[in-house]
């Protein structure tokens, strides 16, 4: 089953509960939250709060938490106790991925790793066991509405080559139409910012991505 995760990062600021309210009443399986620091990124986005905030409100909603900042260790278990389900770090912060991974499973959530478009696939081959998601960057991560970059498909056919049978998110420049290239190439979750939460019908758009499936 293909997993949509509206991302917040497009949504209107000053209106984000109902846009949230919105995206799971078009029947989106959870949120992606995006986490940047100005360091790893060039760009400032949310903190723990708004994890948090978002839990209080919408309790059952997934969260989903895609951590685009350098030191993440020191941030894990915050975001995992305002209510974060999935913690992905980024593969290019170097330091050891795999405990990360080990302590964000350990704490109960999901744990995920990221590639930048620069980032092979093989370099997160040796984390896959460690692994409940991998997110594949269709975009220079730090900002919302780009271009989707489709040579990075290849990277999807080659972890699922690689026997990874965990969930793989694309994430950037994702709509109705570049969604299809995704799910061909072995994906199952799509992270969709402007597409969905600028739509005039978000719910046609979470039918059309999820009737992927049956074409895949
Ligand atoms: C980019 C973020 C994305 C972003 C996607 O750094 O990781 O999640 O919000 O936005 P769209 O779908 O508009 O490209
Ligand atoms: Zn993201």
Do not use: W
């Not at 986005?45 to 978002?54: T, W, Y």
């Not at 994430?171 to 799509?190: K, P």
Request: proline fraction near 5%.
């Amino acid at each position: 089953m293909i997993k949509i995760l509206p991302s917040i990062l497009a949504a209107d600021l000053l209106h984000m509960g109902d846009d949230i309210r919105r995206m799971l009443d078009a029947g989106a399986d959870g949120l992606h939250v995006d986490i940047m620091d100005a360091h790893f990124v060039p760009n400032l986005s949310f903190a723990p709060a708004m994890v948090k905030a978002i839990k209080g409100r919408f309790p059952a909603a997934y969260q989903d938490v895609h951590l685009m900042m350098d030191n993440p260790e020191a941030y894990i278990d915050t975001f995992i106790a305002a209510g974060a389900d999935a913690v992905t770090v980024h593969a290019e912060i170097g330091g050891d991925a795999a405990k990360l991974l080990r302590d964000i499973r350990m704490k109960g959530a999901r744990a995920g790793i990221s590639i930048k478009p620069c980032t092979p696939a093989e370099e997160v081959f040796d984390l896959l066991p460690l692994c409940d998601l991998v997110l594949v960057m269709t975009v220079e991560p730090g900002f919302g509405g780009q271009k989707f970059m489709a040579e990075m498909m290849p990277k999807i056919v080659a972890l699922r080559q690689a026997g990874f049978t965990g969930q793989i998110m694309v994430d950037g420049g994702v709509n109705e139409s570049t969604a299809a290239q995704c799910v061909a190439a072995g994906a199952d979750a799509l992270v969709m910012g402007t597409a969905l939460l600028k739509a005039v019908d978000p719910a046609a758009v979470v039918r059309a991505c999820r009737a992927l499936e049956e074409k895949a």
